[in-house]
């Protein structure tokens, strides 16, 4: 019947130049948001962007995880902020594409001025109907049951009782071209290993937890719980320069209990 509680959004600086050692400048937290627990990631991608733009600390590459991106935003935040977005987004979710056989969505040729798609059979299809799915404006492509039944290429392509194929793409041609764009990049070794420097947020997300207690709620109120996310953010920061302006590690390894028992790991710690 209700939900009471909070959801805090932490976005940091991660330069590719630090390599751990003291000289290394800390990564610092640039924006924290506050929402309640049930608002969903993605649509505080722009409210972030909005957040950054003010500070003048926006970033040419923005990495977040899968909750925060869509084709939708990745076009805003290159059109409305010059920055690229970079996350993984969703896989065609067709049966051609999950077996990795047949025909795909990528593999029909879609022509946006005339409003019609080519199958690779240089079929061409019969309508071009804009509608909503899950809440996403969407166009649903779909081809003529007498060309597809006969088709030698029939079962390669659908497997629809009704005998003909459809596909379903994003409303505009920009967005359907930056999410196929993006699902191109993402299989990439290159892309996998550049987004690893994500990685460090979930270290800032547990070095929160344990110097401030940010998972738990002092007070209630957004506007009051947003200050503590402020203030604690704020500490981090202290936090990481203090180490930083003393020439301490920022990456630190840490001894488990088991390790300790290792007469070795005694004199290591001690030199």
């Known amino acids: 019947m209700f939900w009471n509680g909070y959801k805090v959004h932490i976005s940091e600086t991660c330069g590719t130049s630090g390599d751990g050692t003291a000289s290394a400048p800390p990564n610092l937290i640039t924006n924290v948001a506050t929402t309640d627990a049930t608002v969903a990631d993605m649509a505080?991608?722009?409210?972030?962007?909005?957040?950054?733009q003010r500070r003048n600390l926006l970033p040419a590459e923005h990495y977040v995880d899968s909750g925060y991106a869509s084709a939708e935003l990745i076009v805003a935040a290159r059109d409305l902020y010059g920055l690229a977005l970079v996350a993984p987004v969703r896989f065609d979710s067709s049966p051609q594409a999950r077996a990795a056989t047949g025909y795909d969505r990528a593999a029909f040729t879609i022509d946006w001025t005339a409003k019609q798609a080519t199958c690779p059979q240089g079929q061409?299809?019969?309508?071009?109907?804009?509608?909503?799915?899950?809440g996403l404006d969407t166009i649903v492509v779909r081809f003529s049951?007498?060309?597809c039944t006969p088709c030698p290429a029939r079962t390669a392509c659908t497997s629809s009782n009704s005998g003909r194929r459809q596909i379903t793409l994003r409303h505009t041609?920009?967005?359907?071209?930056?999410?196929?764009?993006?699902?191109?990049?993402?299989?990439s070794q290159d892309w996998q290993h550049k987004y690893k420097i994500r990685a460090g947020v979930e270290g800032t997300i547990r070095q929160a937890v344990a110097i401030t207690g940010i998972r738990r709620a002092r007070y209630r109120g957004l506007r009051k719980v947003h200050l503590e996310h402020a203030i604690a953010a704020t500490a981090l920061n202290l936090t990481r320069l203090d180490a930083w302006w003393n020439g301490h590690p920022l990456?630190?390894?840490?001894?488990?209990?088991?390790?300790?028992?290792?007469?070795?790991?005694?004199?290591?710690s001690s030199s």
């Open 124 to 134: 061409t299809s019969i309508s071009w109907t804009p509608t909503i799915q899950r």
């Open 251 to 268: 990456n630190r390894t840490r001894t488990s209990h088991l390790a300790r028992l290792d007469p070795g790991s005694h004199r290591l």
């Open 173 to 187: 041609q920009t967005q359907q071209q930056a999410l196929d764009a993006a699902r191109t990049q993402q299989i």
């Open 44 to 52: 505080m991608t722009a409210s972030i962007h909005q957040g950054l």
């Open 145 to 147: 049951a007498k060309t």
